[in-house]
């Protein structure tokens, strides 16, 4: 039977595990993921899930035996078509240390269908006799145990077994059809090989799983594409550390110009900033190092990509000379009720700074006001302004949101065509919401 990862399943989950930020400090990567027992155990449980389905049907060799039964002889005994088409897990448990991680399934049930039939003859009678029909078999208590390795391989995830082992502790079978005299005969006769049967066939179907899984683990590409201007750098950075309560994972995490090397040579500081978070027991914590951040803002700096048209605010009548003739008289005497347009661009690299639990942003900007005059575009002013600003990332529900809150904001006149510019008035009229 086959098996298949779902690659956008897994980003999902990933995604809905993540419930905090903090800033990392000194480590190889520069983002790290730490998943806590809680989001192990999760993990774990929808792996069980999806193995439950996976697993079955499952077709287990036919099992052959000859009994010697008192009076009546030698008797051939055969089951046939074992089937393996229901497993439920009702408990489980996953733990982490230093040799590996380990996943623990008591107390599992199974049931199977299978054909049986037996033949003899015997000295009583000059001919063959034989028989058959059908069983159920149901199995409790099977216990399966895997001891899984993770390491770094070449910037991939490496994922071996490294132990693997299950265990049928009661089977019962219901058998119909037939003579009934037979019927503990073949029971007796069958049960131990069924049990090592459906033993044997989980094992190696839960090693072919681990194998295709490791498999897919290694294609993850090592490079996101974020758009057609940058990429992500998703290298995987150590080894996985695995302690008592966690499985701590590191990124590369450095933003780039797509399909080129990184923008610039940025010094990993070895820094430390404290975090703690007093809410419910999180699945996932992210650590991401203001580098991270930095390489993005350079990329798009680079890339030209931090600059905007502004012709669309909230209050429409100051894109209109008229709304400032009494501000800036000389604009509404040289282009009397000609609409604006602000031309907006960031002259410089955004200095970002990563605190406890916000981002610290300062976005230096040119404003060149713009008047449309008889279809053409007329630069009449530039504006310098500084915004300082910090964001707040949080995670509602799958969707990650950021509030932004307005520290400072200032405003210098760089040159002007239609006189000097009162800027505090500009300021008040202008405020960053409308940029």
Known sequence: MGHSVDSAGLLVVLWLMISSWAYVGSSEGYISYEISDKGLDFVKDLLIEKAETSLVPLELPN?????????????????????????????????TGDTGILVDVAGATANLTLHWGYSYSTW????????QGEAEVQIEGMEIGLLLDLKNQQGSLKLSLVDCGCYVKDLSIDLAGGASWLYQGL???FEDKIASAVE?????????????????????PKEVTVNNIS????????????????????????????????VSKLQHENVQVPFSCNGPARMVGI?????????????????????????????????????????????YKQYPNDDLNLNISVYSNPILKIGEKQIDATIPLKVIIDVLDDGQVVPVACISVV????????????????????????????W????????????????????
């Open 63 to 95: 099992i052959e035996k000859t009994v010697k039964i008192p009076v009546i002889g030698t008797v051939s005994m055969e089951v046939s078509n074992v089937t393996l088409y229901r497993v439920h897990v009702t408990s489980s448990t996953v733990k």
């Open 231 to 262: 990429a992500l750098n998703v290298t995987i950075v150590g080894d996985p550390k695995l302690s008592n309560s966690s499985l701590e994972l590191e990124i590369n995490g450095l933003f780039s110009l797509k399909d080129e090397a990184a």
């Open 287 to 331: 650590s991401v190092h203001e580098n991270v951040l930095e390489s993005a803002s350079a990329v798009y700096f680079e890339a030209n990509k931090l600059h905007w048209i502004v012709d669309n605010i909230p209050d429409q009548n100051l894109m209109n000379t008229a709304e400032w003739r009494f501000i800036i008289p000389q604009l």
């Open 200 to 220: 044997d066939a989980v094992s190696k179907e839960l090693i072919d799983a681990i194998q295709e899984l490791d498999s897919f683990l290694q294609s993850l």
């Open 416 to 435: 002007s065509k239609i006189g000097n510019l009162h800027m505090h008035l500009v300021q008040v009229l202008a405020p960053p919401c409308s940029l």
């Open 124 to 131: 009583l009678l000059p001919i063959s006799i034989s028989d």
């Open 187 to 189: 029971v007796d006769a």
């Open 387 to 414: 915004i300082s600003a910090a964001a707040y990332p949080e995670v509602s529900r799958n969707a990650l949101a950021v509030s932004v809150k307005l520290n400072e904001f200032t405003m210098s006149q760089d």
